[in-house]
Nanobody
Framework: QARLVESGGSSVQAGGSVRLSCVAS????????MAWFRQPPGKEREGVAS?????????FYADSVKGRFTISQDNAKNTVFLQMNSLKPEDTGMYYC?????????????????WGQGTQVTVSS
């Protein structure tokens, strides 16, 4: 059974850093893209960053995190990371890992076939 398991969420002060990990297992089909979404308290889930798992591994970021967050992957370990630096209180939320077999956009959750359970990141001012 395909699974995505996130880890690394924590509570930090503004300006701090957190590194999230997502381990994929049990997949029988090709995952073209891996992404991170987040859901702030009381708001809808939004795309944060995505990475193509093949080729050059092109990456995409939401404007709100460009220059502060970095998505990367270790294909040998089926793991995707999200390094988050210069964190702000508005980065607070549940962070979800997602996998797609077709697209790498950040606008639509429907592009993603598999989701993890999420890991909480809380940034205090």
């Amino acid at each position: 059974q395909a699974r995505l398991v996130e880890s690394g969420g924590s509570s930090v002060q503004a300006g701090g850093s957190v590194r999230l990990s997502c381990v994929a297992s049990g997949f029988t089909d090709r995952r073209i893209c891996m992404a991170w979404f987040r859901q702030p308290p009381g708001k809808e889930r939004e795309g944060v960053a995505s990475i193509y798992t093949l080729g050059a591994g092109n990456t995409f970021y939401a404007d709100s995190v460009k220059g502060r967050f970095t998505i990367s992957q270790d294909n040998a370990k089926n793991t995707v990371f999200l390094q988050m630096n210069s964190l702000k209180p508005e980065d607070t939320g549940m962070y979800y890992c997602a996998a797609s077999s077709s697209w790498c956009g950040l606008k639509s959750e429907a592009d993603y076939d598999y989701w993890g359970q999420g890991t909480q990141v809380t940034v205090s001012s």
